[in-house]
């Protein structure tokens, strides 16, 4: 799958330096860290282009004629898109379709980024065109098995945390990341993780959440309307979940052992 990654901020940069696995990239641990993902994985070859746009802070409020911003687009299977102003994310759809690209995945980061109302208009350009396309709120939301947004989740093993827990003498042993947020800090999350006590939800929750905020998670943290609730929030509700379905994982391979 080739995959072809626009951006305007800081976030997408975080985004290609986790798939490519840039060893310079997550200093979290330092000066303890244990290359606990590196050499594991490597996408670059599978990511055909990242294009830098302006960040929509430094652009007007309105662009009447968003043509001039996108460059020729490659060919490619898919599209990341973050951090780009509304007017030309509502052109892409077109520019996608003659570059042959039949996904689009939008991350909402920050509420400010992508409307409700936007979203839906986007989709409804990229399916009148055969383009699937998402709008995870966070990123790490993506939750996808079918069609080539579900390829994507599959081939570069990114989306909704999944993990996989050992547990000896009452301790979490080994975290095993299955399937990692975007950004890269679900393996920050599954070290963090070691030598807690198995038998204790609370610190469990606790190691989790404080190992989460301290990657640090870049989601906005002002309550959006549409979650009900901060995109920080969600994420951190996200992996939580990740561990607890983890910890029930060893219950279950406990009880048929």
Not at 33 to 56: D, L, V
Not at 161 to 170: D, H
Not at 215 to 240: K, Q, S
């Amino acid at each position: 799958m080739k995959l072809l990654i626009l951006y305007g901020g800081n976030f997408g940069e975080r985004v290609i330096r986790n798939l490519v696995n840039d060893s310079e990239f997550c200093k979290s641990c330092d000066p303890l860290c244990t290359h606990c993902k590196y050499e594991r994985y490597c996408y670059a070859e599978s990511i055909i282009g990242t294009i830098r746009f302006p960040a929509p802070e430094t652009l007007p409020d309105f662009i009447d004629d968003p043509d001039p911003y996108i460059p020729a687009l490659p060919s490619a299977d898919i599209m990341i898109a973050t951090e780009i102003h509304p007017d030309i994310l509502m052109e892409l759809p077109p520019r996608l379709n003659d570059a042959g690209i039949k996904g689009l995945i939008v991350p909402v980061e920050q509420s400010r980024e992508a409307s409700s109302g936007l979203a839906k208009q986007v989709a409804e350009r990229c399916s009148a065109l055969g383009i699937e396309s998402a709008f995870p709120k966070p990123f790490c939301s993506l939750d996808a098995t079918e069609g080539i947004i579900g390829r994507f989740v599959s081939e570069f093993g990114i989306g909704i945390p999944v993990l996989e827990i050992s547990v000896a003498n009452g301790v979490i042993s080994a975290v095993a990341v299955k399937q990692s947020a975007p950004c890269g800090s679900t393996w920050f999350v599954a070290k963090k993780l070691i030598g807690a006590p198995a038998n204790s939800p609370q610190d469990i929750r606790d190691t989790a959440s404080e190992a989460h905020h301290s990657y640090p998670c870049t989601a906005d943290m002002t309550v959006d309307r549409e979650l009900g609730d901060t995109i920080l929030h969600r994420a951190g509700y996200l992996i939580r979940s990740a561990v607890e379905d983890a910890l029930e994982g060893v219950g279950r391979r406990t009880a048929i052992a």
